[in-house]
């Protein structure tokens, strides 16, 4: 799968063990955009902790990726996680699309919407019963346009 603009082809691809780096750099710095992560407590044993837990994700079967390249460069990333939920008549698996992130200098390109669709596709062909995300509202266009819709949930706070 390519994505094309004027200026940026990008090739889309699995991650694999090998992309460890990449995969918490890019992690990193979406966690430190969306306010979450300050750059003064990036660390090497944060970094260390976030390498090993995406190395046990990438073994797994309930986890899938996807990453942008273009070159050499790793310019993206999302991921879909598998889990089992109460039996259900259909399947009894629920699909999530989550760490869906563009380096800034590469976004409004396409990137990020077809890293999402490649990550549905991935889910959807493992026979989810259905397919949730959490996103924050300035990414509530792009999931409208690939297919999500709103819907509620609830989280608890105490």
Sequence with gaps: ???SSAQTTFSLRPAALTDLAAIV???VSSLVE???LETDTINQPLMDRLGEE???LLSSVQFVSSLAVDGDNIIGCAFGLLSNRLPYPISSVQGEVAGVYVVPNMRMRGVAS???RSIVIELQAREVREI???PRRAEAL???RAGFRTAH???FSQ
């Design 132 to 134: 949730i995300l959490r």
């Design 142 to 144: 792009l999931y409208t």
């Design 54 to 56: 995406f190395r046990s």
């Design 25 to 27: 750099a890019l992690r």
């Design 153 to 155: 949930l609830m989280k």
């Design 1 to 3: 799968m390519n994505g």
């Design 114 to 116: 077809q890293l999402v």
């Design 34 to 36: 969306m306010g979450i």
